[in-house]
């Protein structure tokens, strides 16, 4: 069973609409991530965070923000939604794994798939 | 650009055989990732290896690593239908370790 939340899963909206996707996590991990990916590409690095009160912008521009006032939820909002948002967002969190390397093993959520309209 | 490139972009097979899927990367790394991506869902860890490794298994996965080449491989053993999925690799490199960054994925689907 996954311990990384998505809602909703789909969303089919109009031009202009708000929108906020929700990401939230039991894991208690520090870091946590959105990627959007179109269907059959790769994932773009959109927003990261290291913990509470940090948000940093990915390697993608998107005109969605983040924030992070809890560990535990990583939100993600458009304000006016554009036929051009139309993807999937992925949510991820992570810990890192053994000592010295520090490497990052993400866990995923299910995806939020956003059509607009 | 992307860190990671994968080969082949599509591959085919028949269940039972054995599936190879590469990815080239750009930089130097700490460790490289490979995950799995059913269809419409998000992705699955399958297996890390460090820069200082060359080789690790887990089950029917066998995945290298040449640090001096800038790749690595993904030998999945006698394919089940069910092994039908995209597989990424992902690398986080020296400088940027906070984050992942995805290769194009390798879309592998197994004919029964």
């Known amino acids: 069973e996954a311990d990384i939340y998505q809602t909703p899963r789909y969303l089919v909206i109009g031009t202009g609409k708000k929108i906020t996707l929700e990401c939230s996590q039991t894991?208690?991990?520090?870091?946590m991530y959105w990627y959007q990916q179109d269907p059959g590409m790769e994932l773009h690095l959109i927003h990261y965070s290291y913990g509470v009160n940090s948000t940093e912008k990915g390697d993608l521009s998107s005109e969605s923000t983040v924030s992070r006032i809890r560990t535990e939820h990583f939100p993600l909002t458009l304000e006016s939604a554009r036929p051009s948002h139309t993807s999937q967002y992925l949510c991820?969190?992570?810990?890192?794994?053994?000592?010295?390397?520090?490497?990052?093993?993400?866990?995923f959520g299910a995806g939020s798939r956003l059509t607009v309209l | 650009s992307q860190q990671g490139e994968e080969d082949p972009q599509a591959l085919s097979i028949q269940e039972g055989e054995n599936a190879t899927m590469n990815c080239s990367y750009k930089t130097s790394i700490n460790n490289l990732q490979w995950y799995r991506q059913n269809s419409g869902r998000g992705l699955v860890h399958l297996i890390l290896?460090?820069?200082?490794?060359r080789e690790k298994h887990s089950g029917r996965l066998r995945v290298t690593l040449d640090t001096s080449k800038k790749s690595s491989s993904l030998l999945i053993t006698a394919s089940r239908a069910a092994d039908t999925a995209s597989y990424f690799c992902a690398t986080d490199d020296v400088q940027g370790a906070q984050k992942l960054v995805f290769g194009q994925g390798t879309r592998l689907t197994i004919n029964p």
């Open positions: 290896i460090r820069s200082n490794e």
């Open positions: 991820a969190s992570s810990e890192s794994v053994g000592k010295g390397s520090g490497a990052n093993v993400l866990t």
């Open positions: 894991m208690g991990h520090d870091k």
